[in-house]
């Protein structure tokens, strides 16, 4: 079965400072992969997604991702993180039909001043 | 502008009672999809529909309904048997059968508390 792993809970990183968020699939086929950002008490918006092509997408905000298929993975990063992007992340994969996403259970990113 | 819309932001029910969630979307899309939030869970699908009239269970189907009469509309009932509904409802669309497959749209969603 199609599932995402996200393996950091929460992180903190300084203002300006990088910013990687890990993103782990498992998916028989070549995966549709996104990633999603929710600030709190809101809904969800997407950052970026990969279907197919350059490994290496652009998004929204500054924030780009790599897909990586011999390590089943899509991380996050961005080169210099604002206050403004403390959020709950969430990485996602089409699967189990129908086209339905499965998302991962979030990294919750806190920003220090 | 086109979007989602949830209504209400917050809920509050007494046990027992039946609640319906609104979710409306004017982005002319033919998939539509309601979610549950809890803290550390992660997203979990409830129901989803791909056309009007048609309507599949999701993962956690039971002590819910819903209902798609018309394309732009797809309520949640939280019915007295579901045995936790206190949590955060998300209702997200997306265009469906354009041969590709794609992203989805979410609303602000609707905080439910039944005490």
């Known amino acids: 079965a199609q599932s995402v792993t996200q393996p950091d809970i929460h992180i903190t990183v300084s203002e300006g400072a990088s910013l990687e968020l890990r993103c782990n699939y498992s998916?028989?086929?070549?995966?549709?992969l996104f990633w999603y950002v929710q600030s709190p008490g809101q809904g969800l918006q997407l950052l970026l997604k990969?279907?197919?092509?350059?490994?290496l997408v652009q998004g929204i905000k500054g924030f780009e991702a790599e897909f990586k298929r011999s390590q089943s993975s899509f991380n996050l990063r961005k080169p210099s993180v604002h206050w403004s992007d403390a959020a709950e992340y969430f990485c996602?994969?089409?699967?189990?039909?129908?086209?339905?996403?499965?998302f991962g259970k979030g990294t919750r990113l806190h920003i220090l001043p | 502008d086109g979007g989602i819309t949830q209504s209400p932001k917050y809920l509050f029910r007494k046990e027992g009672q039946n609640v319906t969630l609104s979710c409306e979307q004017n982005?002319?899309?033919?998939?539509m999809y309601w979610y549950r939030q809890d803290p550390g869970q992660g997203l979990r699908l409830i129901y989803y529909?791909?056309?009007?009239?048609?309507?599949q269970k999701g993962d956690i189907a039971e002590g819910y309904s819903v209902s798609r009469e018309k394309k732009e509309s797809f309520p949640l009932t939280v019915t007295s048997a579901q045995k936790n509904p206190t949590a955060f409802y998300l209702c997200?669309?997306?265009?469906f059968g354009a041969g590709g497959v794609n992203e989805q749209y979410f609303g602000p969603g609707t905080r439910l508390t039944v005490t």
């Open positions: 997200a669309s997306s265009v």
């Open positions: 998916y028989g086929a070549t995966p549709y």
């Open positions: 990969y279907f197919s092509g350059d490994t």
């Open positions: 996602a994969v089409v699967g189990g039909g129908d086209d339905k996403i499965i």
């Open positions: 982005l002319n899309h033919d998939a």
């Open positions: 529909s791909q056309i009007v009239n048609d309507f």
